[in-house]
């Protein structure tokens, strides 16, 4: 079993930056792809960013590329979102996922193992 508590959310003017922490309990964090999806009201859970077991490999939404970054840190079992240019429409609750499974996929079927989300409110 796999425990993920994320921290960092908040609210942010539009423009500005947060930096999510995702935190896993286990000794085996260092092999699991790791990803964050997000979900505003009234629309689908979404693929926001995902960066694979190794760290060589990240993987963004169109949305997202170029203002956000995805890192790990296997040492301290966190992987971080790195969150720049907030735009309204980034507001959301962010959640971390894991996967056990050796590739990277950007649907939340895939993943195995879910935080409780951080809210990301982004003001005009």
């Known amino acids: 079993q796999v425990q993920l508590v994320e921290s960092g959310g908040g609210l942010v003017q539009a423009g500005g930056s947060l930096r999510l922490s995702c935190a896993a309990s286990g000794r085996t964090f260092s092999s699991y792809n790791m990803c964050w999806f997000r979900q505003a009201p009234g629309k689908e859970r979404e693929f926001v960013a995902a960066r694979s077991w190794s760290g060589g490999s990240t993987y963004y939404a169109d949305s997202v590329k170029g203002r956000f970054t995805i890192s790990r840190d296997n040492a301290k079992n966190t992987v971080y979102l790195q969150m720049n240019s907030l735009k309204p429409e980034d507001t959301a609750v962010y959640y971390c996922?894991?996967?056990?499974?050796?590739?990277?996929?950007?649907?939340?079927?895939?993943?195995?193992?879910w935080g409780q989300g951080t809210q990301v409110t982004v003001s005009s």
């Open positions: 996922a894991a996967r056990t499974h050796s590739t990277v996929v950007a649907v939340s079927r895939g993943y195995d193992y």
